[in-house]
């Protein structure tokens, strides 16, 4: 396992934008999949995208997110960006970050893929 720890969240107005940064510490393979999920209080948690180390971002979230959001990803630093823009009051909702570091490829969309999670971090979108 990896810890995760996902920054960037906070309350903005719709329309508004948010950049979600998840930083990884510990043993990682040198390609590995990271993931953004999001979980709407009283719903499940959903997949956003997943990111492969050196490939472009997968989004599974369909057209929820589409056009929208972008996933990123500074290999060197082991960070995993998700920037938000065009916000709307659906998006709120607990982002979390996720990892599979032992290198399985390609990157799932299923929560049980991964077997490092953050916290989460809160976002807000106001009308």
């Known amino acids: 396992q990896v810890q995760l720890v996902e920054s960037g969240g906070g309350s903005v107005q719709a329309g508004g934008s948010l950049r979600l940064s998840c930083s990884a510490s510990g043993n990682t393979a040198v390609r590995y999949c990271m993931a953004w999920f999001r979980q709407v209080a009283g719903k499940e948690r959903e997949v956003i995208g997943s990111?492969?180390?050196?490939?472009?971002?997968?989004?599974h979230g369909g057209d929820s997110v589409k056009g929208r959001f972008t996933i990123s990803r500074d290999t060197n630093k082991k960070t995993l960006y998700l920037q938000m823009n065009s916000l709307k009051p659906e998006d709120t909702a607990t982002y979390y970050c996720a990892a599979d570091p032992g290198g399985r490829w390609p990157c799932s969309s299923q929560e049980s893929f991964y077997n490092s999670w953050g916290l989460g971090t809160q976002v807000t979108v106001s009308s």
């Open positions: 990111s492969y180390s050196g490939n472009i971002p997968t989004y």
